[in-house]
């Protein structure tokens, strides 16, 4: 499985960004797959994640009605839709794939066994 994140950039505060990240393998929409980000000096934190079915959404309440996952099964795309872009989302973000496809324990991060080379948001005026 290989993973690739896109479209990263600088935006302004309050501007909006789309993700991307296309992946390899058969069987894509077996699996959730994540977001997570990591700013600097900062951990690496969850953002959202979504059903292998695309049917169930979760969000860190940090990004809570600002951020919008999504993917496309046909496509193995998943995306992340930012809007109302804060300093503070300033990060490397990664689309990662779960390791199993239980719809579980989502926010964390040693369960996703798939891991992108991440993509610069920087949220800056």
């Known amino acids: 499985v290989q993973l690739q994140a896109s479209g990263g950039g600088l935006v302004q505060p309050g501007g909006s960004l789309r993700l991307s990240c296309a992946a390899s393998?058969?069987?894509?929409?077996?699996?959730?797959m994540g977001w997570f980000r990591q700013a600097p000096g900062k951990e690496r934190e969850f953002v959202a994640a979504?059903?292998?079915?695309?049917?169930?959404?979760y969000y860190a309440d940090s990004v809570k009605g600002r951020f919008s996952i999504s993917r496309d099964n046909a496509k193995n795309m998943v995306y992340l839709q930012m809007s109302s872009l804060k300093s503070e989302d300033t990060a490397v973000y990664y689309c990662?794939?779960?390791?199993?496809?239980?719809?579980?324990?989502?926010?964390?991060?040693?369960?996703?066994?798939?891991w992108g080379q991440g993509t610069l948001v920087t949220v800056s005026s």
């Open positions: 979504i059903s292998g079915s695309g049917g169930r959404t």
């Open positions: 393998g058969q069987t894509f929409s077996n699996y959730p």
């Open positions: 990662a794939r779960k390791g199993d496809p239980a719809t579980i324990r989502l926010d964390e991060a040693k369960k996703y066994s798939y």
